[in-house]
């Protein structure tokens, strides 16, 4: 099998890291400017030779290019596996995919305690959930001066709302996308950026559910945790902790751990996934969901 890998900072190296440990992946050629040694690379996407010739084809580039690079894929590939990273694009856009498979790269699906999560609700009616994540931007990438990241430019595709979009794609994944909400995305701190450091929305989904996001780049403890209330049940998962608490009406307590994560076992579940063709992994139609979401958001502010 060979791939295409379309980028190659620091996302763009983690996948390539993930998918030189997969057996039947033979070759794994690069689009980037950079000038590398030993490696088989394109400074531009159309200079690519027998751009049909590939099977896989990662976009690992900045969010602003990708609509570009997968219209740019699907009139010239057929019958090819494509996967983007996320999000998707940098705000609502139209794009239809005719000929190809694209997959986006919400890898949190893939956590092992969200996936126990899923099962466990399956038969119940879920009231209420309430999201928070936050991290601060200058300890985010510790070997980058986050003045000078994408997350850092609202025209580079950063801001809080698509850097932890992972949020809402969980979230419409297990309760149903969000129909209606009330949103503010604002830049609050003294962080030097021009991109939003803090969003956050309530609203309800098509299934009813009432919600409660709120997703941040300036928070010193740094934290990922969803709370989901049933009727009988009341859950807490700690993504950061690895650890899921069931609480039901006599206080009884059910707590569910995983091990350990290693840094790309995630990843590697998700290529997996998608090269064994199993159905866990973001769609297209899914992460236009989640750019409709984004868009709601952002029209409101």
Known sequence: MKVLLIGYGSIGKRHEEVLTSFKNIETIDIVTKQNLENKITFKLLEEVLN???????????????????????DL??????????????????????????????YVLRFHPLLEKLKKLIVEEKVINVNIKCGQYLPSWRPSVDYRKSYSAFKNQGGGVLLDLSHEIDYLQWLFGKVKELKSYQVKISDLKIDSDDFTTFIGKTVTGTMVNL??????????????????????????IANKLIRIDKNEEQTIFESRKLERNDMFRWMHSSILEEKNQNCTLSEAQEVMNTIHLIQEQN
């Open 76 to 105: 010239r590939v057929k019958n090819k596996k494509i996967f983007c990273e996320k999000p998707l694009f940098d705000t609502k856009q139209g794009l239809e995919i005719v000929q190809n498979s694209v997959f986006v790269g």
């Open 214 to 239: 709120s997703i941040d780049y300036i928070s010193k403890i740094t934290h990922r945790v969803m709370m989901v209330d049933t009727v009988n049940f009341s859950y807490r998962l700690d993504f």
């Open 51 to 73: 751009i049909e010739g590939y099977d896989y084809y990662i976009i690992a580039s900045e969010t602003s290019k990708h609509y570009e690079q997968l219209k740019f894929l």
